[in-house]
C-alpha cells in the first residue's frame, strides 16, 4: 500500500535541507543587491562625467558660471523618504546646492521623469511621477549608509566634473574661482598612502568600495 504522508524524519529533513539552502543563497541574494547598486552607481557618474563633457558650462557673461557644472549628488531626506538617494543635476538658477526640478538631467530611459530618486520636499521628491524610483538606493536596494573617503569629503557628498571630465569634490556652488573654495583645490587628489577617491555602501553588515581615480574620473570597484 502506498504511503500518503510524510514521516516526521523526513520532514525534519526536508526543513534541515532548506535551513542550509537559505544560509547559502540569502547572503547571495544581498551581495547580488549590493553589487547591482554599486553598478549603478558607477555607471550614473560615468553619465554625469559624459554631461559634463558634453555640457561646458563656460560662459563669459556669467562670472559664476563654474557653479553649474554637472554633478551627482547622494543625500538622506524627507523627500527621499530618509532613505539613502542621489540627484544628477546641474545648479544652474541661483547657485545654493539645491537640485531644483527644472536643474535636474532628464533620464535617458524615460524622458518624462529625472535623475533623481527624491531630495527635500519642494524640489522632486521619491514617489512623485517624475523621480526615477532606482536612485533611491535605501528603498530600491536597502543601502542603510553612503560614505566619502576624507580626500573627497566636504559639506556635502558630491562629485562633479570639468569640462575635461575631471572629477571634483563638495558642491560647485561652494567654489569662489573655477577650481578653489577659499584657495584650497577641490579637484580630486589620491590620499597621502596613494588612495582614489572611494565612495562606500553599506547595506546592512555588507559593503562595496567605489573608486574614482583623480585626472581621468575613471570609476570602478575597489
Known amino acids: 500500500m502506498k504511503r500518503s504522508a510524510f514521516t516526521m524524519l523526513e520532514l525534519v529533513f526536508v526543513i534541515v535541507v532548506i535551513g542550509i ?3 547559502i543563497f540569502i547572503p547571495k541574494f544581498a551581495q547580488n543587491k549590493l553589487s547591482e547598486a554599486a553598478n ?3 555607471s550614473h557618474i560615468r553619465y554625469t562625467q559624459h554631461l559634463a563633457l558634453m555640457d561646458d558650462k563656460y560662459d563669459a557673461n556669467d562670472a559664476h558660471w563654474y557653479q553649474k557644472r554637472w554633478q551627482i549628488f547622494f543625500a538622506k531626506t524627507g523627500g527621499s523618504g530618509n532613505k539613502w538617494a542621489y540627484t544628477i543635476y546641474s545648479d544652474s538658477n541661483n547657485y545654493d546646492g539645491v537640485p531644483n526640478p527644472t536643474e535636474i538631467a532628464l533620464n535617458p530611459l524615460d524622458k518624462t521623469k529625472r535623475l533623481t530618486g527624491g531630495y527635500s520636499v519642494g524640489t522632486v521628491a521619491y514617489g512623485d511621477s517624475d523621480a526615477s524610483d532606482k536612485l533611491n538606493l ?6 542603510t549608509n553612503i560614505t ?4 573627497c569629503s566636504g559639506s556635502g557628498l558630491r562629485i562633479s566634473f570639468d569640462h575635461l571630465g575631471r572629477p571634483m569634490y563638495d558642491g560647485p556652488h561652494k567654489l569662489d574661482a573655477p577650481y578653489t573654495d577659499g584657495g584650497a583645490s577641490k579637484l580630486i587628489q589620491k590620499d597621502a598612502g596613494g588612495n582614489p577617491c572611494i565612495i562606500t555602501l553599506t547595506r546592512s553588515s555588507e559593503s562595496t568600495q567605489i ?3 583623480p585626472e581621468t574620473g575613471y570609476v570602478h570597484i575597489q
Not at 148 to 151: D, E, G, H, K, M
Open 211 to 213: 573608486a574614482i581615480e
Open 148 to 151: 566619502f573617503s576624507s580626500n
Open 21 to 23: 539552502l537559505a544560509a
Open 40 to 42: 549603478q552607481v558607477i
Open 138 to 143: 535605501g528603498n530600491e536596494y536597502g543601502i
